[in-house]
């Protein structure tokens, strides 16, 4: 047999070495995959937690209030409120009818959105209008601003309800939830992962 010569002796040593690299690097990807899953489902989940409607009204409504709230919802500066209770409370109602889960996770056409909106906008220019007394709004600029508010987060809510964006984005969260909790779910073909297209 022939015997080896001191280059071809260096280039089997370096490879070796490569491939205990390689597998002590594979070593530690997979204990450091638990921790990373976690810390990935973490911040989906704060983002989801984020964008909830009934804090996004909280919002709505104490900017209404003429209130700033910090990141854990308590009152940190207290202003001149935008209206009194009565007219809180009739504009709120508009925006909770459409600042919800359900209006989010629904599908809409650009089309019917925009058909959407112009009622809802009639109705709240309406309402304002024609009750600038009753709801105490002074100075009238406040009208503006109350109507911007409202609108503008209604409009919002119906673009994340738009093409199924937001429901595609909490299955998709959700999903891949599930696949990594489960450790044969890369492995999954044929029956199982076909009946795997009709969950949410």
């Not at 937690?49 to 919002?59: G, N, R, T, V």
């Not at 919800?100 to 996770?105: D, G, H, K």
Request: charged residues 20%; proline residues 3%.
């Amino acid at each position: 047999m022939k015997e080896m010569s001191d280059q071809e002796r260096m280039q089997k040593e370096f490879y070796s070495q490569r491939a205990l690299q390689a597998q002590e690097q594979k070593g530690q990807l997979s204990l450091n995959e638990p921790f990373l899953r976690d810390q990935q489902q973490m911040g989906q989940s704060l983002l989801i937690q984020s964008l909830e409607p009934d804090k996004i009204c909280q919002i709505i409504e104490s900017q209404l209030r003429g209130q700033l709230l910090n990141s854990d919802g308590e009152v940190i500066r207290q202003g001149t409120p935008l209206m009194n209770q009565l007219g809180i409370d009739v504009m709120m109602a508009f925006t909770r009818s459409v600042v919800n889960q359900n209006i989010i996770v629904s599908h809409f056409e650009p089309k019917q959105i925009g058909v959407l909106m112009e009622g809802l906008s009639k109705d709240v220019v309406l309402s304002l209008s024609m009750n600038v007394n009753k709801f105490e709004i002074d100075p009238l600029s406040n009208i503006d601003l109350i109507n911007d508010l409202v609108l503008l987060n209604c409009n919002a809510a119906f673009l994340r309800g738009s093409g199924g964006g937001e429901r595609n984005l909490i299955r998709g969260v959700y999903s891949e939830s599930a696949q990594s909790q489960d450790p044969f779910a890369k492995n999954k073909s044929g029956w199982g992962a076909f009946m795997d297209k009709f969950k949410l």
